[in-house]
């Protein structure tokens, strides 16, 4: 009898309550595990791109070109040339009214092109958030942001996006900004910090107020950072020519669906 007694496994009874009856094992959600672990991740990577970025600030003077003064002329007559022409463009084109348009949402993206701008092109590519090439920002049909556009036009690309490249394009490539830190929309606890007093309280209700140009649309465009684009497989032409011209600049109205679907 004593051997059975030692062969018996031990068993973990639950928890008692003061009644008698047995408490539930504490257990966290999986669905709760997997947000924690992602939140955790995204830690670590935005932790690894701060170090990256002071290594690359410190790298900074190393390598120099030296540039002949031919480059330098050239460059600035590029420079000035762009102006006139950005001069012209707006004594030329007349611009319909914001309310003619089919959409009053636009989105914008950056294309490649010419590094040195003239600072004009630089300052107004600034206030668009269009400072680095395939990024893409969604902007309100306004006279200010259609005449911003016509600015830099060989610089830019832009047009009417529909409800579900808004969608898969704030599911898939937005972040948000809070607290001058960049965080991905994986939490609605932070989006209703950030948008709150606004009544967004969630990647829903920030994918509603963006597609429909809601009342606070301009909270909830500048909580999301601009959106970073992949490279298409025919990368984008160079050449400062708009895009009913068989360019890649411009205005493209609802074609701009097709090239979001490329870069999403």
Same mark, same amino acid.
């Given at each position: 009898?004593?051997?059975?007694?030692?062969?018996?496994?031990?068993?973990?009874?639950?928890?008692?309550?003061?009644?008698?009856?047995?408490?539930?094992?504490?257990? &966290?959600?999986?669905?709760?595990?997997?947000?924690?672990?992602?939140?955790?991740?995204?830690?670590?990577?935005?932790?690894?791109?701060?170090?990256?970025?002071?290594?690359?600030?410190?790298?900074?003077?190393?390598?120099?070109?030296?540039?002949?003064?031919?480059?330098? &002329?050239?460059?600035?007559?590029?420079?000035?040339?762009?102006?006139?022409?950005?001069?012209?463009?707006?004594?030329?084109?007349?611009?319909?009214?914001?309310?003619?348009?089919?959409?009053? *949402?636009?989105?914008?993206?950056? !294309?490649?092109?010419?590094?040195?701008?003239?600072?004009?092109?630089?300052?107004?590519?600034?206030?668009?958030?269009?400072?680095?090439?395939? +990024?893409? &920002?969604?902007?309100?049909?306004?006279?200010?942001?259609?005449?911003?556009?016509?600015?830099?036009?060989?610089? &830019? +690309?832009?047009?009417?996006?529909?409800?579900?490249?808004?969608?898969? *394009?704030?599911?898939?490539?937005?972040?948000?900004?809070?607290?001058?830190?960049?965080?991905?929309?994986?939490?609605?606890?932070? !989006?209703?910090?950030?948008?709150?007093?606004?009544? !967004? @309280?969630?990647?829903?209700?920030?994918?509603?107020?963006?597609? +429909?140009?809601?009342?606070?649309?301009?909270?909830?465009?500048?909580?999301?950072?601009?959106?970073?684009?992949?490279?298409?497989?025919?990368?984008?032409? *160079?050449?400062?020519?708009?895009?009913?011209?068989?360019?890649?600049?411009?205005?493209?109205?609802?074609? !701009?669906?097709?090239? @979001?679907?490329?870069?999403?």
């Amino acid at each position: 009898m004593g051997g059975g007694g030692g062969e018996r496994a031990e068993r973990v009874l639950p928890p008692m309550a003061l009644d008698g009856t047995p408490q539930p094992l504490p257990y &966290v959600e999986e669905t709760v595990l997997k947000k924690r672990k992602q939140n955790e991740d995204w830690a670590v990577r935005n932790r690894e791109r701060k170090d990256a970025k002071r290594m690359r600030l410190r790298g900074d003077g190393k390598g120099v070109t030296i540039k002949r003064p031919e480059e330098f &002329v050239r460059e600035f007559r590029n420079k000035e040339l762009d102006f006139v022409r950005m001069r012209t463009r707006l004594k030329v084109r007349k611009q319909p009214p914001a309310e003619a348009l089919g959409s009053k *949402l636009i989105f914008a993206i950056r !294309i490649p092109g010419t590094v040195d701008l003239h600072p004009h092109m630089r300052k107004v590519l600034r206030k668009l958030r269009l400072n680095q090439v395939l +990024t893409g &920002v969604f902007l309100k049909a306004t006279e200010l942001t259609l005449k911003r556009l016509l600015v830099v036009e060989p610089f &830019v +690309t832009y047009g009417f996006p529909n409800l579900k490249n808004v969608k898969e *394009l704030i599911y898939k490539k937005g972040r948000g900004f809070l607290d001058k830190e960049p965080f991905p929309l994986t939490s609605n606890d932070l !989006i209703e910090k950030a948008l709150g007093e606004h009544g !967004i @309280i969630c990647l829903q209700d920030l994918v509603h107020e963006i597609a +429909t140009v809601g009342p606070h649309f301009r909270e909830a465009s500048k909580f999301l950072m601009p959106l970073k684009l992949k490279c298409p497989e025919r990368r984008l032409q *160079l050449k400062k020519k708009p895009y009913k011209d068989g360019g890649d600049s411009g205005n493209r109205g609802d074609k !701009i669906n097709e090239l @979001i679907e490329k870069l999403n």
